[in-house]
């Protein structure tokens, strides 16, 4: 066949020779190829079978990498799992749409999908649980999208939303992400209340008191450009009373309903180090980074356009920059922190504090962001871009890449725990969420062309939101092919074209 | 084309008023303001030394054109300079107003609500429609730091930042240097001991004179309570080698020596967030009297933004003292207001019309 696969059509016959595989999930990384055929995975072969592709070590920040430069452009690691994103529908279908979104995260090099709750209305029932479901099915997408329920009804923080229902209905966890739990004692309850349940509660963590009208992160920035300041510690104070709160009902709950929290998107080194202790206590606690926070910094709201790891040893400190500042893409909240900052979540993913990497898909209109800065609407649209800038860390030397991957996929999967076995037996009970690279399994995996890249733009982005910080931008990483369960969710040529490596 | 030039051409205008012969060739060597880079006014983080000094020769052109019996050039003839002001501020709306009107430009005002509650236009609306009105230059007051750079992504014209948010007032930090510069002995800033006083964290005013006053060599000194001087201590430490700029507290360690002291406004809504107890307080701790005045140098200037609160920020003695520089600071005002409108504009010799050709 010549043409290029349609998103949904079953993978006839895929040879890729001569990559590098990356699969967590068997601890595995090496050279190899693989032969998909009809869907399923036929062949699987590594280049040095016994040695192994080397072992994947948790936590190996030792530079025992293998250099990018030695490695095969072609990359093909499991289909990427993003555990934070807002599709939008319903209520505001002009920023996105699930069949946008899906394209979005299939373009990117995800296959599996977590979408917020904070809809409108905010998903808060089971029926509407099970409309979002059936949307996705709709969409005649293969990329699987996982909902979250609200915690609270409407999203409003004064009771508890229908939690039950919206388990039984296929809610992978709970959360009013967009806002905090802000009361205390109702955070406290649907922690309680979610741990009976087996499902997450993934809490924002934010004291709105120190937020109120914030703008950038405060320090050097914020200062110069005269933006009202987001502490870190209004990041930092709320998830250290959300771990008190988890310890206080980790003692208190039967062992039928112990409680799991994650939190997520979280920005600075302090936060960090909170999670950190709090696993060595042995709390029931996970966390994800984003990309955004991961690559960028406060500099980016000045104009600045280095990566965090190229501006950590000279900030900004005023005057000129590469861009004009005040770029409302750079709006986000949490808000792009210190180049330390990110140099200490990528920290956290070396030595196993961070979970999972999640992109905070933010998709806006232009008439939400086209407007004063403080008035922009938070967030950047983040999915299709983030494998890319993932993959400019670990060549940066920031993380290995089979970290980065795990951080993609066996991480997010764990995050999701019980969950995610619930929610992929909803559709097909005998296949796990991510299933790996093993013969004989039906295939989810991405293909990437390491070498190759490919320039961020409005028509390049399948998002509906253009809202992002690298638009213009030329990225390494290109996204060959997106596959799900056998199917094709995104293809950039046709299958003997993919076949055709290394480039 | 430099501020000499300038001055050139002004005098040989002055000549030719005077009948005396002008020559074609006096007229090709004063073309534009090449010595101006700057199509916008937006911040003073982008000035160097010598634009600052150009910004101040071409202010002194202004004033004397000020102390004229008709103070009139008929420079931007033909321009629309648009007004457009979000937030109220009588003053230096007026200020703007006779500036470009000394200029013969046509003044159009607006008078426009940020509010986000009541507006029904964005500002990128708002901005395209003004340009549909034929705008050459916008002059904008914004309540939101960074909206004129917002406005001039849109506009094809020049936007002059009249003041945003708490981020920029780059008019009023150059009028505060040029009364400064006139002021001083020697006229002098290089090497002095500015103190900025007050309400630092809300002052776009305070943060643009940071800007020119170290560029121009000063020691800056900024005093308030702590919570109003939030972030600044960063900003001090961050200053590249050259800039001087010290924080503190302490009023007395602030004044000691100073050669001109800068009080800001203060703000009734700083009490209601909680950063400050009550102005008596403020004004017992941090107020510009008689009194603490005798910790600076005794020929210290006494400067102030305005509009004043007297018997809060200032003590009703100090806002009428000798060495009170406040009426010149409204009088330099139009003079650099001037002077920006003729530089960003691009014009030709300040005493010719029709620049837009
Ligand atoms: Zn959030």
Redesign the interface.
């Known amino acids: 066949m010549a043409d290029t696969p349609r998103p949904g059509e079953r993978v006839e016959l895929l040879e890729i020779e001569d990559a590098w595989l990356v699969d967590p999930g068997s601890g595995r990384e090496g050279q190899g190829s693989l032969r998909v055929e009809d869907g399923r995975i036929v062949a699987l072969e590594w280049a040095e079978p016994e040695a192994g592709g080397r072992a994947v070590r948790r936590g190996s920040a030792t530079g025992r990498d293998v250099a990018a430069a030695d490695r095969p452009a072609v990359l093909v690691t499991p289909a990427l799992v993003d555990i934070h994103v807002h599709l939008r529908q319903p209520g505001r279908e002009d920023a996105e749409t699930v069949a946008t979104g899906l394209a979005a995260a299939a373009h990117g090099g995800f296959g599996t999908v977590c979408a917020m709750a904070n809809t409108t209305p905010a998903i808060d029932s089971g029926g509407l649980v099970e409309d979002e479901l059936a949307t996705a099915r709709a969409s005649g997408s293969v990329v699987r999208l996982l909902p979250y329920g609200a915690v609270t009804a409407g999203r409003r923080g004064e009771t508890l939303a229908q939690m039950g229902e919206m388990a039984d209905a296929g809610a992978a966890g709970f959360s009013d992400d967009g806002s905090p739990v802000a009361d205390a004692s109702l955070f406290r309850n649907a922690l309680a209340y979610a741990g009976a349940l087996g499902r997450m509660l993934v809490e924002h963590p934010e004291e709105p008191s120190l937020t109120k009208g914030a703008?950038a992160n405060?320090?050097?920035v914020?200062?110069?450009?005269?933006?009202?300041?987001w502490p870190a510690a209004g990041e930092e104070s709320a998830v250290a009373r959300d771990l008190a709160i988890l310890a206080e009902v980790v003692g208190a709950n039967p062992a039928s309903a112990a409680p799991h929290l994650h939190l997520t998107h979280l920005s600075t080194a302090g936060s960090v180090e909170l999670v950190r202790r709090a696993k060595a206590a042995g709390l029931p606690v996970t966390c994800d980074v984003t990309p955004h926070h991961l690559a960028l910094h406060e500099g980016w709201v000045a104009g600045d356009r280095r990566f965090a790891w190229e501006a950590a040893a000279s900030?900004w400190?005023?005057?000129?920059t590469d861009a004009?500042?005040?770029d409302?893409s750079t709006r986000v909240n949490p808000p792009l922190r210190t180049p330390a900052d990110a140099l200490a979540l990528w920290r956290g993913l070396a030595d196993g504090t961070v979970d999972a990497i999640a992109t905070d898909h933010a998709p806006h209109t232009q008439?939400d962001k086209?407007?004063?800065?403080?008035?922009a609407a938070n967030g950047i649209s983040g999915i299709e871009t983030a494998l890319s800038i993932v993959l400019a860390g670990v060549e940066a030397g920031l993380l290995p890449l089979a970290d980065a991957i795990r951080a993609l996929t066996t991480g997010p999967v764990r995050v999701l725990g019980s969950a995610a076995t619930a929610a992929a037996g909803r559709r097909r009970a005998h296949e796990p969420l991510v299933p790996g690279l093993v013969e004989g399994a039906l295939a989810s995996l991405v293909v990437v062309d390491t070498a190759d890249t490919w320039d961020v733009a409005p028509a390049t982005l399948r998002s509906k939101g253009k809202n992002s910080p690298l638009l213009g931008r030329r990225l390494g990483g290109r996204v060959l092919a997106t596959v799900v369960e056998g199917r094709f969710a995104y293809a950039d040529a046709p299958e003997e074209a993919l076949a055709a490596a290394p480039r | 084309m430099t501020g000499l030039e300038i001055g050139a051409a002004a005098t040989v205008a002055r000549a030719e008023r005077d009948g005396a012969a002008r020559g074609d060739t006096a007229r090709g060597e004063t073309a534009p303001a090449d010595g101006w880079r700057h199509r916008h006014l937006l911040d003073v983080?982008?000035l160097s030394a010598s634009d600052i000094d150009l910004a101040m020769r071409t202010a002194d052109e202004m004033k004397e054109i000020l102390g004229r019996p008709i103070p009139k050039v008929p420079t931007l003839r033909g321009t629309q300079v648009t007004i457009l002001f979000y937030e109220a501020s009588t003053r230096t709306r007026v200020s703007f107003e006779v500036a470009a009107k000394n200029l013969s430009a046509d003044v159009v005002n607006i008078a426009a609500s940020s509010s986000?509650v009541t507006k029904g236009e964005?500002?990128?609306d708002t901005i395209r429609t003004i340009e549909a009105l034929g705008a050459d230059i916008i002059v904008m007051r914004?309540g939101?730091?960074?909206?004129p750079?917002?406005a001039?992504?849109v506009f094809s014209g020049h936007v002059l930042n009249g003041g945003?948010?708490?981020?920029?007032h780059p008019t009023q930090a150059l009028l505060d240097l040029f009364t400064l510069r006139e002021r001083l002995p020697g006229g002098r800033v290089a090497g002095r001991k500015i103190v900025i006083l007050g309400d630092i964290l809300h002052s776009?005013v305070a943060?643009s004179n940071i800007?020119t006053l170290t560029t121009m060599g000063a020691d800056v000194w900024l005093c308030g309570p702590a919570t109003l001087l939030?972030?600044?201590e960063?900003?001090a430490e961050?200053?590249?080698a050259g800039r001087r700029l010290t924080v503190t507290t302490d009023l007395r360690a602030a004044l000691r020596g100073a050669h001109a002291v800068m009080a800001l406004r203060l703000q009734q809504e700083r009490m209601a967030g909680g950063l400050l107890p009550s102005l008596r307080e403020y004004s017992l701790r941090y107020g510009l009297t008689a009194e603490t005045l005798r910790w600076a140098r005794a020929d210290a200037l006494v400067m102030h933004p305005g509009p004043m609160n007297e018997g809060v920020e200032i003590g009703p003695e100090i806002a009428d003292f000798e060495r009170s520089v406040v009426t010149d600071q409204v009088a330099n005002g139009v003079a650099i207001r001037m002077a920006l409108l003729y530089l960003i504009a691009g014009s030709g010799p300040i005493e010719e019309g029709g620049n837009r050709g």
Do not use: C, N
């Open positions: 703008e405060e320090g050097l914020a200062t110069i450009l005269g933006l009202k300041g900030p400190t005023g005057g000129r004009a500042p005040y409302q008439v086209l407007v004063e800065y403080g008035d | 983080d982008v986000s964005s500002l990128v914004h939101r730091s960074g909206a750079y917002l001039s992504q945003d948010g708490w981020h920029a776009r943060r800007w939030r972030g600044f960063r900003w961050a200053m590249p």
